[in-house]
């Protein structure tokens, strides 16, 4: 596929073998894919880490704390790069040390677990905090009604903590979506990838770098206006602040 420098925009995004639209569309929606399951899966970690740093026994503490500050403290290229290969090698290695065959991993889980691993470390502090702003005379109180520790949470912690954890979690979402593009460098085609490929061919790697941007763009408003939205509802009924 070649293309002249001055090719049209209309020209250069359209669907099919002449343009590189489709290839932008499905690279944004495989950038979205991998950044809500790895937010998901990012989240489960944290509130498992949350919990346990609050009450758990003092060697998982000291196991969280360690997860969290090694995980924060080393750049998300080097731990993707890290568990993407060495995870490979290590999965590998104990199926060939008991029999069976290696097995390539696929992309996609290899993309979400990687992401929502290093999302699950700032999860951890974010929601560790939200808990620890409860009023503890609240849980007290639910405690002396004969509230089970899961009702507790879910009658009292959750919705008490909700407020001061989605501006928290809004952020870990929009910094999930960037870091989403670190995975184009095992080989992960998303929108990052899609338009290095789609410049490389084209030669037109500002037009199609600007289109890209745009797109994040897209993706961010639209993310923020749906956490100001749930954070407005998780909010009803509290005075708003002047």
């Known amino acids: 596929m070649m293309f002249a420098a001055a090719a049209p925009l209309t020209t250069l995004l359209s669907w099919g073998d002449q343009g590189f639209g489709d290839e932008l569309f499905w690279g944004a929606v495989k950038t979205v894919e991998i ?3 790895g937010y998901a899966f990012g989240l489960a970690l944290g509130l498992l880490g949350a919990v346990g740093k609050l009450s758990g026994p003092p060697w998982v503490r000291t196991l969280l704390n360690g997860y969290t500050t090694i995980v924060r403290a080393v750049p998300e290229l080097v731990l993707i790069l890290l568990l ?9 290695g104990v199926l060939k040390s008991i029999g069976y065959s290696p097995i390539e991993v696929n992309g996609l889980v290899a993309a979400i677990f990687v992401l929502g691993f290093v999302q ?9 905090a939200a808990i620890q702003s409860v009023p503890f005379g609240q849980i007290e109180a639910a405690t002396a009604y004969g509230m089970t520790r899961l009702g507790r949470f879910r009658r009292i912690v959750l919705p008490a903590m909700l407020p001061n954890a989605i501006p928290g979690l809004a952020n870990l979402w929009l910094n999930i979506t960037k ?3 670190l995975i184009s460098v095992v080989g992960f085609t998303e929108l990052a990838l899609a ?3 789609a410049a490389g061919v084209s030669k037109q790697y500002f037009v199609l770098y600007v289109v890209a941007q745009m797109i994040y763009l897209v993706i961010s408003l ?7 939205w749930l954070e407005r509802r998780v ?5 708003k602040l002047s």
């Open 35 to 37: 950044s809500v399951f």
């Open 84 to 92: 993407y290969y060495a995870g490979t090698d290590s999965i590998n």
């Open 120 to 128: 699950g470390a700032y999860s951890t502090e974010v929601l560790r």
């Open 179 to 181: 870091d989403s593009a």
């Open 195 to 197: 338009t290095r490929q």
């Open 222 to 228: 639209t993310s923020t206006s749906l956490f100001d």
């Open 235 to 239: 909010r009803r009924g509290q005075p």
